[in-house]
């Protein structure tokens, strides 16, 4: 699904953040779709910890 990187002209403001992860390919030496998951997944995971927090800020403040 992620495997190809999109055109230079869709790219616009997200052009750093291809870059970035092409990089990281090459360092890693790792596929592109892969790569993308696995930020995917760390994305979605600091997502859901804020969430949480933000709950348990609120439980607080009301004690």
């Not at 869709?10 to 993308?36: K, N, S, T, V, W």
Request: charged letters at 30%; glycine letters at 4%; a negative charge.
């Amino acid at each position: 699904m992620f495997a190809l990187p999109p055109s230079a002209s869709e790219m616009g403001d997200l052009q750093p953040l291809a870059d970035a992860i092409d990089a990281l390919c090459e360092i890693l030496d790792g596929d592109r779709e892969i790569l993308i998951e696995g930020l995917t997944e760390i994305v979605r995971r600091q997502v859901v910890f804020e969430e949480l927090r933000r709950d348990i800020s609120r439980v607080v403040a009301q004690d």
